[in-house]
């Protein structure tokens, strides 16, 4: 005896979660394009010599296809977590690499006024541009270690008779008024 398979003869629709996650899946494929993209242009300019490094933040997520395409290039490059879901991803030449191993041993935003200055103008950033934000940052970062000198003496009763510029053993000689003497 012969039995028969039913064919199904009508599509079944697809359930509204599988619907989303089709949606999501082409939703990151295209960003993880878009990532690719932006890297990529990095390397093209890096291999014209436009740049001789480079900094190409990413979410963590992409840092696997970042690394690959660098890899399969043959392209140094170092890696530092950039916050909870991004990665700072350094490539270029070697030397530059190892001065940034040295300089950049900590988040960006908590680097000094000098070394930010080192690491824009190693990254080929408008030096004119790196100047005026060093600037800005050097006169920002003595004006809080003034006001921290000056709040330091009011706090202390010790101090508190001290005229400015007069606790230089408190903060070392580092703030503004101190420097003045």
């Known amino acids: 005896m012969r039995t028969t398979t039913a064919i199904p003869t009508e ?51 992409y840092s696997e296809l970042a690394v690959q395409r660098l890899e399969s290039q043959g392209i140094p490059y170092l890696l530092q977590p950039a916050g909870q879901q991004n990665l700072n991803v350094y490539f270029g030449r070697r030397e530059c690499l190892e001065a940034i191993r040295l300089i950049v041993t900590r988040p960006l935003n908590q680097l000094t006024p000098e070394e930010d200055f080192i690491l824009g103008a190693m990254l080929g950033y408008d030096i004119c541009v790196q100047c005026e934000r060093y600037c ?7 004006r809080e270690q003034s006001q921290a000198c000056l709040g330091f003496a009011e706090a202390q009763p010790v101090l508190a008779g001290l005229g400015k510029g007069q606790c ?10 101190c420097n003045r003497n």
């Open 136 to 142: 800005k940052r050097k006169d920002s970062a003595s």
């Open 11 to 61: 599509i079944k629709a697809a359930s509204k979660r599988e619907q989303r996650d089709a949606r999501i899946d082409t939703v990151e494929r295209e960003q993880a394009g878009a990532v690719l993209k932006v890297l990529m242009n990095h390397i093209y300019e890096l291999d014209k010599g436009v740049r001789r490094m480079v900094l190409f933040t990413c979410n963590k997520k």
């Open 168 to 177: 230089e053993e408190k903060c070392q000689g580092m703030c503004d008024e």
